[in-house]
């Protein structure tokens, strides 16, 4: 089985090994590992913590339009308890994901080279992505670290809120309260084009957090580089060589 890349065994390979026991990651001929079930494991529980502080968040934020929620959760007292403890279970969760992801996630000058190319990407216009990308590209780090800040600022802001002004005074609470909602409306923004991107966007990713594998093809298009780097193989010429055999009919 191959490796994305040693960033990705860096950290903590006692707990990966431990999941790779209890989950499973099957990998067919033609495909290559994307991300372990740690990883997949640590996504998944991060993406229920988030989307339970959103709905708790908005049922809380916008109740007129948002009060159906609220019943879910036990009524409103309930759900103004629950929120912070979602929200500090989704910092938590996503704490282990920033040191698992720390490595590849940090900034290149490739990664500024894709960002000034990112239309023509986006739109298709270039058929693969430029040969440098590795195995995230710029969009992907962009979204990382949006979710980073955003978590720094809900630990302030969610602390001062918590406590209450008779802790850190009106002033400090009305300003984390304005703070809070933006960091939640920004990132919600953000997983709304990161679920596009995952799922119709770029066909094939999806399948990378559910089984872990995505097939040789993914990869030449999509990340290039780490083609390159887990296969050896130059990504234009299977890129070619798959177009030949689709044309002549002819097996690899
Ligand atoms: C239904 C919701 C979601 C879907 C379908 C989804 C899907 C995916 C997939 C397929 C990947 C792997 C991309 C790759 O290997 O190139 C990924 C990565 C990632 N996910 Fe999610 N995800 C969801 C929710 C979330 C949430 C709620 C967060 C955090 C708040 C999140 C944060 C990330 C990050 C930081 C990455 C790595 C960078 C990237 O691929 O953009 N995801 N997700």
Not at 118 to 128: A, Y
Not at 164 to 187: E, K, L, N
Request: charged letters at 15%; one cysteine or more.
């Amino acid at each position: 089985m191959s490796t994305p890349s040693g960033a990705i065994e860096r950290f903590d390979d006692k707990a990966r090994e431990s999941f790779e026991s209890v989950g499973q990651t099957t990998i067919y001929r033609g495909e290559l590992l994307r991300h372990p079930v740690y990883t997949r494991v640590l996504h998944w529980t991060v993406a229920l913590f988030f989307f339970l502080a959103v709905f708790t968040g908005f049922a809380l934020y916008l109740p007129w339009l948002f009060h159906w929620i609220t019943p879910l959760f036990g009524g409103g007292q309930l759900t103004r308890t629950l929120h912070p403890y979602f929200g500090v279970a989704f910092v938590f969760f996503f704490a282990f994901q920033v040191l698992n992801w720390l490595e590849p996630m940090l900034w290149t000058a490739a990664d500024s080279r894709w960002m000034r190319n990112i239309k023509k990407i986006t739109t298709g216009e270039e058929k693969m992505d430029p040969p440098e990308t590795g195995f995230f590209n710029a969009g992907q780090k962009v979204l990382f670290w949006e979710v980073v800040v955003g978590c720094v600022l809900y630990i302030i802001t969610g602390t001062i809120l918590w406590a209450g002004a008779r802790t850190f005074g009106p002033t400090a609470v009305a300003i984390s309260y304005v703070v809070h909602d933006i960091s939640a409306i920004v990132m919600l923004g953000g997983i709304f084009i990161h679920i596009y991107q995952s799922t119709i966007g770029e066909p094939g990713t999806f399948g990378a957090m559910i089984r872990g594998a995505v097939s040789e093809a993914w990869a030449w298009t999509f990340h290039p580089a780490w083609y390159k780097q887990v296969t050896g193989r130059d990504p234009q010429q299977a890129y070619e060589e798959a177009r030949r055999r689709m044309t002549t009919g002819s097996k690899p």
